[in-house]
């Protein structure tokens, strides 16, 4: 069996650009986290040479003012509203992705770290780069061969089905929306139901579901973010002949888990 290192270290370091919307928490974990192992090794095995959003309203200008980074900003909602459509009509949004494709070119990224960017990826982008996200679900659990915790209430909707603990996952970013291969999947967080907050009553689940996401985020998502970059710059994620995941040479049908 051959198996095709993910990124081949042999061709230097792994080129990642950053693409967010709103406060890039998960991009500055991936950055502390370049910079904790440049000071643990010497140097680190990744860069992030550019930071992109499709909001002004974003931090991404303050993130790459702090790292000293190339910054580019491409407001979704401007370009919905100067053609007169609705940012739901996906129709135009190859346009936006190539627009973005020619301003991220000069820097030569080989990874597209999706940290918190709200607008669906068109083709042109997940053929461009190798998008890696993060998930607030298992999406190793699966029923009658779907993946269970999707879609953007994967934390409610793992607590409203009983679920004791929640785990966040890393993926390609492929077509079909959370349904990329897996990388990692965090370990196992309980549930906790806050004081006062009823999982029977509507407002009580939104605060339910605030509080948990934002537990798993810390103790989840900033954790196996990082280490994903980390392990696919050293090389030790591979694919095989069919586009199966292999970490060190072992299977990986499940994601790795921490």
């Not at 680190?44 to 980074?69: C, G, H, M, R, T």
Request: glycine share 8%; hydrophobic share 40%.
């Amino acid at each position: 069996m051959n198996l095709t290192p993910i990124h081949d270290t042999a061709k230097g370091k792994l080129r990642c650009v950053g693409l967010m919307s709103g406060s890039g928490t998960n991009l500055r974990r991936i950055l502390e986290h370049r910079e904790a192992l440049r000071t643990e090794r010497g140097e680190a095995p990744y860069d992030v040479v550019a930071v992109f959003s499709d909001n002004k309203k974003s931090s991404a200008q303050e993130i790459a003012a702090e790292y000293d980074l190339p910054f580019i900003m491409r407001d979704i909602r401007s370009f919905y509203k100067k053609r007169g459509l609705k940012r739901m009509d996906l129709s135009n949004r190859p346009l936006f992705d190539a627009e973005t494709l020619k301003a991220l070119a000069p820097y030569e990224a080989h990874v597209a770290i999706y940290a918190g960017y709200m607008s669906v990826a068109s083709e042109l982008l997940i053929k461009a780069f190798l998008g890696i996200n993060v998930h607030p679900g298992d999406l190793s659990q699966e029923i009658d061969g779907r993946r269970r915790w999707v879609g953007d209430h994967a934390v409610r909707d793992a607590i409203l089905a009983g679920q004791s603990h929640i785990s966040s996952s890393t993926h390609i970013v492929e077509s079909q929306v959370d349904g990329g291969r897996l990388f990692m999947i965090s370990a196992p967080l309980p549930v906790e139901i806050p004081p006062n907050a009823d999982v029977y009553d509507p407002e009580g689940i939104k605060i339910i579901e605030a509080h948990n996401q934002a537990r798993l985020k810390e103790n989840g998502d900033w954790i196996i973010f990082p280490k994903t970059i980390e392990y696919i710059a050293d090389g030790r994620f591979a694919l095989d002949e069919n586009g199966r995941m292999h970490f060190d040479g072992m299977p990986l049908p499940h994601g790795l888990r921490v």
